[in-house]
């Protein structure tokens, strides 16, 4: 009577033993996905944001450049938004994406330059890096 309780139990755990398994081989599948899709969201989002700043410092060492050729150029009111935003820049973590602050700055990098930029009354603008369906040849 043992063996045929053991027949049917292990027949009753069939479902249960494939159900372990399979989560097991899910999830060892799901945690190496899951560092490589990180990881290229992490470049592409890495790469985006070091174009927007470098897009910025581009814009700022311009402005800066015309300030030196002549210092009356801008009104005050303008400067300080250039020191300012060079400022940002420069307190901007690089290195350590995942400091709270990032995007505090960001968003005060974008408002710094439409303050700028209408200060100015230029029409600059970041679209960013133009993708392959946007370049026409």
């Known amino acids: 009577m043992d063996s045929a309780d ?3 139990d292990s027949s009753l755990n069939l479902e ?3 159900y372990q398994e399979g989560y097991k081989e899910g999830y060892s599948h799901g945690i190496a996905t899951g560092k490589e899709e990180g990881r290229e969201v992490g470049l592409k989002t890495g ?3 070091g174009e927007e700043l470098g897009f910025y410092k581009g814009c700022v ?10 210092p009356t150029r801008f009104s005050t009111r303008v400067r300080k938004n250039i020191n300012q935003m060079q400022e940002l820049i420069q307190k901007y973590p690089v290195m350590d994406p995942e400091n709270e602050s990032v995007q505090d700055i960001m968003e005060d990098l974008r408002l710094r330059f439409r303050v700028i930029r209408a200060a100015l009354g230029v029409k600059l603008e970041y679209n960013g890096y133009p993708k392959p369906k946007d370049i026409e040849f």
């Open 6 to 8: 053991d027949i049917f």
């Open 61 to 70: 060492d311009v402005w800066n450049s015309a300030i030196q050729v002549d």
């Open 16 to 18: 249960e033993t494939h």
């Open 47 to 49: 790469f985006e944001t």
